[in-house]
């Protein structure tokens, strides 16, 4: 094939930044003016901008987005050794906070449609035992808030939601309720890193909940636990946002609508390039939930057949990514829980099937069509 236009990237960052340059020096230079570099004003305008945009929820800005699951699992107080059941498909950041707590993380799998916690290994997974469940609401698409509401409020115990890639999207619930994820379950947590579809200039993170009593909790855990300067309630953590990225976060919020419906126009123009390509899933919708494609991740059928596409795609001009290439209880680090590899089936064939295409605000419609020619390629042979 042709070379693609313009070089196809996953991440165009460089470029949506200098659309925003003035705006950006501007915040960096009141940041520098002002001179409170921790808890400086910036940090409370965000977080009020990022609750209105959230539906009114309350948010709490913290140093990252692991930081974030961390203070979720500790404003819960649970015991040592409380079970926290999360999906075997996902990013190890989910795990890692309750394992570095003490809490012991039980896997259940994922649907092989959305990628995401299937309810009924959940319901398997529950124990005497559960303190929390983590959904992760993969790749942009909310996970079943419904059926995993349900289940938690049967058992008394606490739904968190790790929406580090789904911030903006909805969920309507049977009742017709239409809830903004995060904001559902009793602690919401979400990410800036650079590449998350709302990214700082560097790391940060935020809880989200509608609880005002729980949102003070999580403000004094995330600053040493403190009530006021010097006197401390509870162990807590040093995990506070940056001024500094705090102001470009505002600038890029307001960015964010358009974003995301860019990111689902170049979804919804792969649909049509790909939608009847043989040997190849595009992601299920849920009919629930709107999807704000953090990733837009195909299924390859086939051994070896992703890795073939992968490598078929980066000749022709096109990177990819796998997320994720191992499931969490294939990981070393979490050999000790004792899973064997067969348990988590569908977690692990997905390990072998996803692959993810670029997908960036600024993809444009040429690009896309040419990222859909070099696929069918492949498939019907031309390659
Ligand atoms: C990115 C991500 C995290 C961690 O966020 P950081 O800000 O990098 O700590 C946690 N969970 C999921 C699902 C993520 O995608």
Sequence with gaps: MTPPPIPIRLLELAAEHAALQPALDEAMREVLEEAAFIQGLAVGQFAAELGAYLGGAHVVPCASGTD????????????????????????????????????????????PDTFNLDPAAVSA??????????????????????????????????????????????FQFASGEVVHAGAVGA?????????????????????????????????????HGQSQKYHHQRIGLNSRLDTLQAALLRVKLRQLPANTAARQAVAARYDGALGDVPGLTIPARDARSSHVFHQYTVQVEGPGRRDALRDH?????????????????????YAYLGYRAGQFPVAERLCETVLSLPLHPLLTADQVNYIGEAVGCFFDGRK
Aim: hydrophobic fraction near 55%.
């Design 68 to 111: 974030a699951l961390t203070l979720a699992l500790l404003s819960l107080n649970l015991p040592v050794g409380a079970e926290v059941i999360v999906p075997a498909f996902t990013y190890v950041a989910t795990l890692e906070a309750a394992a570095l707590l003490g809490l012991c993380p039980v896997l259940a799998d994922v649907r």
């Design 125 to 170: 997974a529950l124990t005497p035992r559960t303190g929390a469940i983590i959904a992760v609401h993969l790749f942009g698409q909310c996970a079943d808030l419904e059926a995993l509401g349900a289940l938690a409020a049967a058992h008394g115990v606490a739904l968190i939601e790790d929406n580090a890639q789904a911030l903006g999207a909805t």
């Design 187 to 223: 602690v919401g947590t979400t990410s800036f890193f650079p590449s998350k579809n709302l990214g700082a200039l560097g790391d940060g993170g935020a809880l989200l909940t509608r609880d005002l009593a729980r949102a003070a909790l999580l403000q004094q855990l995330a600053n």
């Design 313 to 333: 795609l980066y000749q022709c001009g096109v990177p990819t990514a796998v997320y994720y290439p191992v499931p969490a209880h294939q990981q070393p680090a």
